[in-house]
């Protein structure tokens, strides 16, 4: 049976004329109604109560998440939500220095790309502007270190040293000379090394630059007794010990006699041929001058050539050479004397020969 409005009112206050006697008269789920009531009441009165004594209410207990205030049941009050002034946001923001506001700013995209353009060309433009600079800068350097005067080697500045009477001062500074005018960093001392030590006799050489613009030149020289020419048109250089002063190419010889030989390391253990060393290192430069063909068969057999064939001496071996030298000066300067005749055999000096 439905309980009257009054009835649950005076429920749910707890009135003193509410027996006990009524709600057992109520049936099951009426009772269970009025039950949620009372304790509803009973908690509207616990609630007054809390704010009569200055306590916080249910409302006020209400949980904050992300600043939307919600009570103990989950409900969310749209009056308390926080809320954004847009239009006052918008002032801000495009406000000016006095506090004017201003037109907000509009992105022109074209302009936009017209800026990055120029800024495009301003880099290239940079870049290319450098590397003028640093090749204009290594081109000065090149400039100024290979071929302004500043390292330019001068003939006045070369000086030589050890030097002899065969193998001269102008020979070596003529050499040397053929690098004057360039800079000292382009100069080869190993090439101008390799063409002095090309000269015959000459055993030694040292070239050091001396900057900014000199150069000095040091060879160590012998005078040569002949040069031993193999089959391969190489020639070797010997005094008259038969030691090897130095190798050359395809060199001047004037002045040098020549023995040819089939092999020049077994020749230098000939008996012959250094038998012949020790005769052509004894003659006078005046005579060694005019040799031009030396022949070796025996080493008693020394013959030279003079002027092409012109005169033809016979040495024998290397004994008496000076009383030797003496008798064919004597009969190649006396036209009497030598006459047609073409040799001269002084291989036995008592008695001279003359064919």
Not at 87 to 105: D, N
Not at 147 to 165: A, M, Y
Request: net charge positive; charged share 25%; proline share 4%.
């Amino acid at each position: 049976m439905p309980v009257s409005r009054a009835a649950s009112g005076r429920v749910s206050r707890g009135d003193g004329e509410t027996s006990q006697s009524i709600r057992k008269s109520l049936p099951a789920k009426h009772r269970t109604a009025a039950a949620r009531a009372a304790a509803s009441a009973s908690g509207r009165k616990t609630t007054g109560a809390g704010r009569a004594n200055g306590g916080r209410t249910v409302a006020a207990k209400a949980s904050k998440s992300n600043g939307v205030r919600r009570d103990g049941r989950g409900f969310v009050d749209a009056r308390r939500m926080p809320s954004e002034d847009m239009v006052t946001k918008t002032l801000r923001e495009t406000s000016g220095m006095l506090g004017i506001p201003t037109r907000p700013k509009v992105i022109d995209f074209s302009a936009r790309l017209k800026e990055k353009r120029k800024a495009g060309v301003r880099v290239i433009a940079l870049r290319v502007a450098a590397a003028v600079a640093a090749l204009a800068v290594v081109c000065s350097l090149v400039w100024l270190l290979f071929f302004s005067p500043v390292l330019r080697l001068e003939t006045g500045d070369i000086s030589v040293t050890g030097g002899n009477e065969w193998v001269s001062r102008d020979e070596i500074l003529a050499i040397a000379d053929k690098q004057s005018g360039k800079s000292l960093l382009l100069v080869s001392a190993k090439d101008v090394r390799a063409q002095l030590t090309n000269i015959p006799g000459v055993t030694e050489a040292d070239v050091t630059k001396r900057y900014p613009h000199g150069m000095a030149v040091k060879v160590s020289a012998q005078q040569p007794a002949a040069m031993l020419k193999a089959s391969d048109s190489q020639m070797v250089a010997v005094d008259s010990k038969a030691r090897v002063l130095n190798t050359v190419g395809h060199t001047s010889t004037k002045g040098i006699p020549v023995i040819e030989v089939k092999d020049v390391t077994a020749s230098l253990e000939n008996k012959s041929v250094k038998e012949a060393l020790k005769v052509l290192g004894g003659l006078p430069d005046a005579m060694r001058k005019t040799i031009t063909k030396v022949t070796a068969g025996t080493q008693d057999s020394i013959t030279t050539e003079l002027n092409g064939g012109e005169h033809v001496v016979v040495w024998g071996d290397s004994s008496d050479l000076e009383l030797k030298m003496a008798i064919v000066d004597k009969i190649l300067s006396d036209p009497k004397v030598i006459g047609d005749k073409t040799q001269i055999d002084v291989s036995a000096p008592s008695r001279p020969i003359i064919k």
